[in-house]
DNA sequence: ATCCGGACCTGGTCGC
DNA sequence: TGCGACCAGGTCCGGA
Protein backbone atom coordinates (compact mmCIF):
# COMPACT_ATOMS: atom_id res chain seq x y z
CA UNK A 1 0.00 0.00 0.00
CA UNK A 2 2.41 2.60 1.15
CA UNK A 3 4.73 4.84 -0.78
CA UNK A 4 7.39 6.92 0.65
CA UNK A 5 5.04 9.55 1.90
CA UNK A 6 3.02 6.54 3.98
CA UNK A 7 6.07 4.61 4.99
CA UNK A 8 7.38 8.50 6.43
CA UNK A 9 4.23 9.28 7.98
CA UNK A 10 4.24 5.82 10.28
CA UNK A 11 7.86 6.68 10.99
CA UNK A 12 7.01 10.00 12.44
CA UNK A 13 4.03 7.75 14.37
CA UNK A 14 5.91 5.36 15.62
CA UNK A 15 9.01 7.08 16.38
CA UNK A 16 7.43 8.66 19.76
CA UNK A 17 6.19 5.07 21.18
CA UNK A 18 8.76 3.28 20.03
CA UNK A 19 13.08 5.36 20.26
CA UNK A 20 14.15 4.92 23.79
CA UNK A 21 11.81 2.20 24.68
CA UNK A 22 12.80 -1.21 25.37
CA UNK A 23 10.71 -3.81 23.40
CA UNK A 24 9.61 -5.50 26.79
CA UNK A 25 7.56 -8.55 25.10
CA UNK A 26 7.41 -9.96 21.33
CA UNK A 27 4.38 -11.85 19.93
CA UNK A 28 5.38 -13.51 16.22
CA UNK A 29 2.08 -14.97 14.98
CA UNK A 30 3.14 -16.94 11.43
CA UNK A 31 6.86 -17.91 10.65
CA UNK A 32 6.79 -15.18 7.15
CA UNK A 33 5.13 -12.68 5.07
CA UNK A 34 6.50 -12.32 2.18
CA UNK A 35 9.75 -14.06 3.37
CA UNK A 36 10.53 -15.90 6.20
CA UNK A 37 11.21 -14.05 9.55
CA UNK A 38 14.37 -14.69 11.26
CA UNK A 39 14.52 -17.84 13.35
CA UNK A 40 15.80 -15.76 16.28
CA UNK A 41 13.86 -12.24 15.82
CA UNK A 42 11.86 -12.81 18.97
CA UNK A 43 15.14 -13.60 20.91
CA UNK A 44 16.84 -10.34 19.09
CA UNK A 45 14.20 -7.80 19.98
CA UNK A 46 12.77 -8.81 23.57
CA UNK A 47 14.46 -6.72 25.92
CA UNK A 48 16.31 -4.97 23.15
CA UNK A 49 15.82 -1.05 23.34
CA UNK A 50 15.51 0.84 20.12
CA UNK A 51 17.74 3.68 19.59
CA UNK A 52 16.52 5.31 16.44
CA UNK A 53 13.91 4.53 13.75
CA UNK A 54 14.95 5.58 10.38
CA UNK A 55 13.45 5.72 6.98
CA UNK A 56 15.25 3.85 3.61
CA UNK A 57 12.71 4.50 0.58
CA UNK A 58 9.77 2.38 1.64
CA UNK A 59 11.46 0.43 4.91
CA UNK A 60 11.26 0.95 8.61
CA UNK A 61 14.48 0.47 10.20
CA UNK A 62 14.63 0.18 13.99
CA UNK A 63 18.63 0.35 15.12
CA UNK A 64 18.82 -1.58 18.42
CA UNK A 65 20.82 -0.78 21.50
CA UNK A 66 22.02 -4.78 20.48
CA UNK A 67 23.24 -6.30 17.31
CA UNK A 68 21.38 -6.14 14.60
CA UNK A 69 18.43 -3.48 13.20
CA UNK A 70 14.84 -4.33 12.34
CA UNK A 71 13.76 -3.93 9.23
CA UNK A 72 9.92 -3.26 8.13
CA UNK A 73 8.18 -3.18 4.84
CA UNK A 74 4.59 -2.91 4.93
CA UNK A 75 4.03 -4.23 1.10
CA UNK A 76 0.67 -3.42 -0.47
CA UNK A 77 -1.55 -3.96 2.40
CA UNK A 78 0.57 -3.77 5.29
CA UNK A 79 -0.57 -1.31 8.47
CA UNK A 80 0.57 -0.63 11.63
CA UNK A 81 -1.19 0.10 14.52
CA UNK A 82 -0.32 1.74 18.14
CA UNK A 83 -2.48 1.20 21.08
CA UNK A 84 -1.75 2.00 24.26
CA UNK A 85 -4.51 1.43 26.34
CA UNK A 86 -4.62 -1.84 27.89
CA UNK A 87 -5.98 -4.92 26.11
CA UNK A 88 -9.75 -4.99 26.12
CA UNK A 89 -10.41 -1.49 26.73
CA UNK A 90 -8.85 -0.40 23.41
CA UNK A 91 -11.92 0.25 20.71
CA UNK A 92 -9.77 -0.30 17.81
CA UNK A 93 -11.00 0.68 14.13
CA UNK A 94 -12.68 -2.33 13.06
CA UNK A 95 -11.58 -2.14 9.66
CA UNK A 96 -8.45 -3.29 10.59
CA UNK A 97 -9.12 -7.31 11.28
CA UNK A 98 -6.91 -8.99 14.15
CA UNK A 99 -7.23 -11.92 11.61
CA UNK A 100 -4.18 -10.25 10.48
CA UNK A 101 -2.07 -9.56 12.58
CA UNK A 102 1.62 -10.80 12.42
CA UNK A 103 3.55 -9.28 14.80
CA UNK A 104 3.13 -7.61 18.22
CA UNK A 105 5.69 -5.67 19.83
CA UNK A 106 4.86 -3.91 23.40
CA UNK A 107 7.09 -1.45 24.66
CA UNK A 108 8.24 -0.53 28.68
CA UNK A 109 5.88 2.50 28.26
CA UNK A 110 2.83 0.38 27.50
CA UNK A 111 2.62 0.64 24.22
CA UNK A 112 1.81 -2.08 21.57
CA UNK A 113 3.06 -1.78 18.44
CA UNK A 114 0.78 -4.12 15.52
CA UNK A 115 1.96 -5.00 12.23
CA UNK A 116 -1.20 -6.33 10.04
CA UNK A 117 -0.89 -6.80 6.45
CA UNK A 118 -3.70 -8.94 5.17
CA UNK A 119 -1.73 -9.54 1.80
CA UNK A 120 1.44 -10.49 3.13
CA UNK A 121 3.62 -8.99 0.62
CA UNK A 122 5.48 -7.16 3.34
CA UNK A 123 8.43 -8.17 5.36
CA UNK A 124 10.04 -8.08 8.47
CA UNK A 125 14.00 -8.97 8.64
CA UNK A 126 17.24 -8.13 10.67
CA UNK A 127 19.76 -6.22 9.13
CA UNK A 128 23.20 -7.62 10.78
CA UNK A 129 25.45 -4.86 11.21
CA UNK A 130 28.32 -4.03 8.18
CA UNK A 131 25.65 -5.90 5.90
CA UNK A 132 24.88 -5.41 2.48
CA UNK A 133 20.85 -6.41 2.98
CA UNK A 134 19.57 -7.85 -0.33
CA UNK A 135 16.81 -5.46 -0.56
CA UNK A 136 18.56 -2.41 0.68
CA UNK A 137 21.77 -2.17 -1.22
CA UNK A 138 20.48 -2.05 -4.54
CA UNK A 139 18.58 1.17 -3.64
CA UNK A 140 18.83 4.26 -6.00
CA UNK A 141 18.93 7.72 -4.12
CA UNK A 142 16.51 8.95 -1.59
CA UNK A 143 14.63 11.75 -3.64
CA UNK A 144 14.52 14.38 -1.10
CA UNK A 145 18.28 14.17 -0.34
CA UNK A 146 21.10 15.92 -1.82
CA UNK A 147 21.87 12.97 -2.94
CA UNK A 148 19.22 12.85 -5.97
CA UNK A 149 19.43 15.39 -8.51
CA UNK A 150 19.08 16.11 -12.12
CA UNK A 151 21.50 14.98 -13.17
CA UNK A 152 22.05 11.69 -11.41
CA UNK A 153 18.33 11.66 -12.32
CA UNK A 154 19.52 12.25 -16.50
CA UNK A 155 22.48 9.89 -15.89
CA UNK A 156 19.86 7.00 -15.35
CA UNK A 157 17.48 7.88 -17.98
CA UNK A 158 20.32 7.97 -20.65
CA UNK A 159 20.09 5.71 -23.76
CA UNK A 160 16.71 3.79 -21.67
CA UNK A 161 13.85 3.05 -23.97
CA UNK A 162 11.75 1.68 -21.50
CA UNK A 163 8.52 4.04 -20.46
CA UNK A 164 9.57 7.08 -18.41
CA UNK A 165 6.70 5.65 -16.05
CA UNK A 166 8.21 2.28 -16.11
CA UNK A 167 11.86 3.45 -15.00
CA UNK A 168 10.42 5.57 -12.34
CA UNK A 169 9.04 2.54 -10.38
CA UNK A 170 12.23 1.17 -10.46
CA UNK A 171 13.44 1.24 -6.59
CA UNK A 172 17.26 1.21 -8.78
CA UNK A 173 16.72 4.49 -10.06
CA UNK A 174 15.34 6.47 -7.33
CA UNK A 175 14.01 4.96 -4.22
CA UNK A 176 10.71 5.29 -2.73
CA UNK A 177 8.58 6.02 -5.73
CA UNK A 178 4.87 3.48 -6.37
CA UNK A 179 2.20 3.75 -9.02
CA UNK A 180 0.53 7.11 -6.91
CA UNK A 181 3.65 9.31 -6.95
CA UNK A 182 5.04 8.36 -10.37
CA UNK A 183 1.60 9.12 -12.21
CA UNK A 184 1.63 12.52 -10.25
CA UNK A 185 5.44 13.55 -10.65
CA UNK A 186 4.96 13.01 -14.79
CA UNK A 187 1.57 14.74 -14.37
CA UNK A 188 3.06 17.95 -12.58
CA UNK A 189 6.27 17.68 -15.21
CA UNK A 190 4.30 17.23 -18.30
CA UNK A 191 5.58 14.21 -19.31
CA UNK A 192 3.75 11.69 -21.25
CA UNK A 193 4.26 8.10 -19.39
CA UNK A 194 4.64 6.10 -22.29
CA UNK A 195 7.95 8.53 -23.44
CA UNK A 196 10.88 6.66 -23.68
CA UNK A 197 12.86 7.75 -20.65
CA UNK A 198 16.14 8.25 -22.70
CA UNK A 199 14.45 10.77 -25.23
CA UNK A 200 13.41 13.46 -22.61
CA UNK A 201 15.45 16.07 -22.58
CA UNK A 202 17.34 17.67 -19.45
CA UNK A 203 15.46 20.98 -19.02
CA UNK A 204 12.21 18.54 -18.91
CA UNK A 205 13.98 15.92 -16.76
CA UNK A 206 15.02 18.87 -14.21
CA UNK A 207 11.52 20.00 -13.89
CA UNK A 208 10.67 16.31 -13.22
CA UNK A 209 13.00 16.01 -10.48
CA UNK A 210 11.37 19.03 -9.08
CA UNK A 211 7.62 17.68 -9.47
CA UNK A 212 9.45 14.12 -7.73
CA UNK A 213 10.31 16.46 -4.26
CA UNK A 214 7.67 18.48 -4.46
CA UNK A 215 4.55 16.13 -4.68
CA UNK A 216 6.62 13.60 -2.12
CA UNK A 217 7.14 16.64 0.35
CA UNK A 218 3.56 17.99 0.06
CA UNK A 219 2.56 14.33 0.66
CA UNK A 220 4.44 13.81 3.72
CA UNK A 221 2.62 17.37 4.80
CA UNK A 222 0.01 16.29 4.20
CA UNK A 223 0.10 12.76 6.03
CA UNK A 224 1.61 14.78 9.36
CA UNK A 225 -1.62 16.95 9.36
CA UNK A 226 -3.20 13.39 9.59
CA UNK A 227 -0.85 12.11 12.12
CA UNK A 228 -2.06 15.58 14.73
CA UNK A 229 -5.87 14.81 13.66
CA UNK A 230 -5.00 11.11 15.07
CA UNK A 231 -6.64 10.45 11.91
CA UNK A 232 -4.04 7.66 11.05
CA UNK A 233 -0.76 6.80 11.68
CA UNK A 234 -1.51 3.25 9.95
CA UNK A 235 0.38 3.47 6.31
CA UNK A 236 -3.78 4.40 4.31
CA UNK A 237 -3.14 7.03 2.62
CA UNK A 238 -3.84 10.46 4.44
CA UNK A 239 -5.23 13.26 3.74
CA UNK A 240 -3.29 13.92 0.18
CA UNK A 241 -5.24 11.42 -1.28
CA UNK A 242 -7.98 14.62 -1.67
CA UNK A 243 -5.39 16.04 -3.76
CA UNK A 244 -4.21 13.60 -6.51
CA UNK A 245 -4.56 15.18 -9.72
CA UNK A 246 -5.25 12.50 -12.06
CA UNK A 247 -4.04 9.56 -9.93
CA UNK A 248 -7.74 7.10 -9.66
CA UNK A 249 -9.51 10.27 -12.11
CA UNK A 250 -9.93 8.31 -14.98
CA UNK A 251 -12.94 10.46 -17.14
CA UNK A 252 -12.41 13.49 -14.74
CA UNK A 253 -11.75 17.19 -16.47
CA UNK A 254 -7.24 17.77 -16.32
CA UNK A 255 -6.70 20.08 -13.05
CA UNK A 256 -4.56 22.26 -15.25
CA UNK A 257 -6.09 25.88 -15.82
CA UNK A 258 -7.01 26.11 -19.45
CA UNK A 259 -6.10 22.67 -20.64
CA UNK A 260 -9.62 21.01 -21.19
CA UNK A 261 -8.43 17.74 -21.58
CA UNK A 262 -9.66 14.68 -19.61
CA UNK A 263 -7.96 12.06 -17.42
CA UNK A 264 -7.01 8.67 -19.34
CA UNK A 265 -6.74 5.80 -17.63
CA UNK A 266 -3.68 2.99 -19.54
CA UNK A 267 -2.39 -0.46 -18.40
CA UNK A 268 1.85 -0.20 -18.52
CA UNK A 269 2.95 -3.48 -17.59
CA UNK A 270 0.03 -4.73 -16.07
CA UNK A 271 -0.29 -1.38 -13.76
CA UNK A 272 -2.85 1.39 -14.44
CA UNK A 273 -1.62 4.61 -15.60
CA UNK A 274 -3.40 7.74 -15.01
CA UNK A 275 -2.30 10.93 -17.27
CA UNK A 276 -3.64 13.62 -18.99
CA UNK A 277 -2.97 12.88 -23.37
CA UNK A 278 -3.52 16.63 -23.80
CA UNK A 279 -1.27 18.46 -21.75
CA UNK A 280 1.50 15.27 -20.84
CA UNK A 281 3.80 14.78 -23.81
C1' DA B 1 21.77 -5.50 -20.37
C1' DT B 2 16.95 -4.48 -20.88
C1' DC B 3 12.19 -5.17 -20.87
C1' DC B 4 7.94 -7.44 -19.89
C1' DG B 5 4.74 -10.61 -17.90
C1' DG B 6 3.75 -13.64 -14.21
C1' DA B 7 3.91 -14.71 -9.54
C1' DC B 8 3.02 -14.06 -4.67
C1' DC B 9 -1.69 -13.10 -1.35
C1' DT B 10 -6.33 -11.33 0.43
C1' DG B 11 -10.13 -8.34 0.28
C1' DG B 12 -13.17 -4.84 -1.67
C1' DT B 13 -16.27 -3.46 -5.34
C1' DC B 14 -19.10 -3.98 -9.25
C1' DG B 15 -22.21 -6.18 -12.46
C1' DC B 16 -25.28 -9.94 -13.30
C1' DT C 1 -28.02 -12.41 -1.31
C1' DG C 2 -24.75 -14.84 -3.96
C1' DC C 3 -21.13 -15.37 -7.18
C1' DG C 4 -17.61 -14.53 -10.41
C1' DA C 5 -14.62 -11.06 -12.53
C1' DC C 6 -11.68 -7.58 -11.82
C1' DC C 7 -9.00 -4.33 -9.27
C1' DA C 8 -5.56 -2.80 -5.64
C1' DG C 9 -0.52 1.69 -3.04
C1' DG C 10 5.15 -3.68 -4.21
C1' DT C 11 8.85 -6.08 -5.99
C1' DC C 12 11.24 -10.43 -7.23
C1' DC C 13 12.07 -13.67 -10.82
C1' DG C 14 12.46 -15.87 -15.22
C1' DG C 15 12.13 -15.86 -20.09
C1' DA C 16 12.42 -13.38 -24.44
Redesign the pocket.
Known amino acids: ???LP?VETVRRGLAPHLEGQHITRVDQRRPDL?WPMPTDLVQILTGARVTTLRRR???ILADLDRGPSLLL?????GRVRIESEPLGQFHHDP?I?P??DHLVLETESGSRITLND????GAVDLVREGEAH??LS?LGPEPLSDDFTPGRLAAAFA?????VK??L?D?RVVA?????YVCEALFRAGIHPTR???RIGRDRIAALHGAIRDVLAEAITAGGSSLRDHRQTS???GYF?HSFRVYGREGLPCPRPGCGGTVR?I??????TWYCPVCQR
Open positions: MPEERSKYHLGMSSLRHARRFPLGGRRAPALLQGLGNIAAGGELQRVQSGRS
